[in-house]
């Protein structure tokens, strides 16, 4: 079945360091990839995604492409703020007879000290 | 930019109590999902709805829970009675081209 992985948090880092959260995924075919961020008590809002091999998907200086040969969409960005402390969900999307379905890792609690 | 509606966001309640909750999509998504999602994981579905009809409720814990979108627009997520366990975050999604766009989410204590 479709699985995705994702480094183990938590994660602690310096204001400005820069930010690599990996992600790499199991599935048939050419799934959609996704990162959604959680800010706490709120929902998930997405981040980001790639429909294709090779795309690269950016938003608010984050940036994460889908490598087909690595299986990966891992989640950068070069200068981490405290406003980025949250929880960042890889995950990817399939169609399963007709219907999308999202496959979540387990989510990555980062926080950025000053 | 359109969003998804939940309500309530907070709602506390003493367990064998019944609780409801409500979501309206973005106008136009046809597809709309319920999500839990207890502290410190990730959410995962309960329910997927295709315009008014239900396309999987296999992780739904049918005895206590139900989910209705009669009109094929909002709908409402049922538990009764609830139980300690249920605690968690209460997601609604909908999707339009294979992207699920997340409403606030209601969080339930169940005392």
Known sequence: GNSVTQMEGPVTLSEEAFLTINCTYTATGYPSLFWYVQYPGEGLQLLLKATKADDKGSNKGFEATYRKETTSFHLEKGSVQVSDSAVYFCALSKMNFGNEKLTFGTGTRLTIIP | ?111
């Open chain 2, 1 to 111: 930019e359109a969003e998804v509606a939940q309500s309530p966001r907070y709602k506390i309640t003493e367990k064998s109590q019944a609780v409801a909750f409500w979501c309206d999509p973005i106008s136009g998504h046809a597809t709309l999902y319920w999500y839990r999602q207890i502290l410190g994981q990730g959410p995962e579905l309960l329910v997927q709805f295709q315009d008014e009809s239900v396309v999987d409720d296999s992780q739904l814990p049918k005895d206590r829970f139900s989910a209705e979108r009669l009109k094929g627009v909002d709908s409402t997520l049922k538990i009764q009675p609830a139980e300690l366990g249920d605690s968690a975050m209460y997601l609604c999604a909908s999707s339009f081209q294979e992207t699920q766009y997340f409403g606030p989410g209601t969080r339930l204590l169940v005392l």
